[in-house]
């Protein structure tokens, strides 16, 4: 199966810069839409950013014009480049994934999710 592996995360002060990086590692025959996503404490999880596999990109209201999501297909790889971050923003970012893989020797197209990596921003 595919696991999704993020990093990047980690402690910045206010204003500043984080980038993420996504990985689908595996046996991937083709990535379709992909996203970031994110989770604070005692909320729901919420989307940030989507991006299709052609680039088509999109962003909610309260990143716009602020995060940058992008992809690299050779790598199977997903960014998401986040600029001048709030303490409001502190939660843990979760990547999502629409593969199409080889498992057990057949083709398998679903959803995959990482594990998550968890910024704070603070002082």
């Known amino acids: 199966q595919v696991q999704l592996v993020e990093s990047g995360g980690g402690l910045v002060q206010p204003g500043g810069s984080l980038r993420l990086p996504c990985v689908a590692p595996?046996?991937?025959?083709?990535?379709?839409?992909m996203g970031w996503y994110r989770q604070a404490q005692g909320s729901q999880r919420e989307l940030v950013a989507p991006?299709?596999?052609?680039?088509?990109?999109n962003y909610v209201d309260f990143v716009k014009g602020r995060f940058t999501i992008s992809r690299d297909n050779d790598k199977n790889t997903v960014y998401l480049q986040m600029n001048a971050l709030n303490p409001e923003e502190k939660a843990d970012y979760y990547c999502?994934?629409?593969?199409?893989?080889?498992?057990?020797?057949?083709?398998?197209?679903?959803?995959?999710w990482g594990s998550g990596t968890p910024v704070t921003i603070s002082s």
């Open positions: 999502n994934g629409d593969i199409l893989s080889v498992y057990s020797g057949l083709h398998n197209r679903m959803q995959h």
């Open positions: 991006i299709t596999s052609g680039g088509y990109t």
């Open positions: 595996g046996r991937i025959l083709s990535i379709y839409r």
